[in-house]
Nanobody, 125 residues
């Protein structure tokens, strides 16, 4: 099992930036992919981005591509989500997730085995 702890959320004005971090501990060597999801009140959990630990290959959700960047620090077992040009629609709880799977749809919640508790991001003036 992998334990995940998110940090870095907060209140930011539209057009602003924020960086989220996810610290992984436990059986991190078993994780193949790390992902970020978000969930706004009354909505389903939405795929934001994912990165493969070994290669650093990344993928993004359509709504954030070009504005968000996912990266990893393998020495610190930490994944970051740098968010630029934030919009009110980006307001949500952001969750970090880890997957031990090599096959499957990484955009789906079910692909991931471990989840953090989430960190709130609010974009408002």
């Amino acid at each position: 099992q992998v334990q995940l702890v998110e940090s870095g959320g907060g209140l930011v004005q539209p057009g602003g930036s924020l960086r989220l971090s996810c610290a992984a501990s436990g059986r991190t060597a078993s994780s193949v992919y790390m992902g970020w999801f978000r969930q706004a009140p009354g909505k389903e959990r939405e795929f934001v981005a994912r990165i493969r630990w070994s290669s650093g290959i990344t993928d993004y959700g359509d709504s954030v591509r070009g504005r968000f960047t996912i990266s990893r620090d393998t020495a610190k077992s930490t994944v970051h989500l740098q968010m630029f040009s934030l919009k009110p629609d980006d307001t949500a709880a952001y969750f970090c997730a880890a997957s031990t799977s090599l096959l499957g749809n990484f955009r789906q919640v079910e692909f991931y085995n471990s989840w953090g508790q989430g960190t709130q991001v609010t974009v408002s003036s």
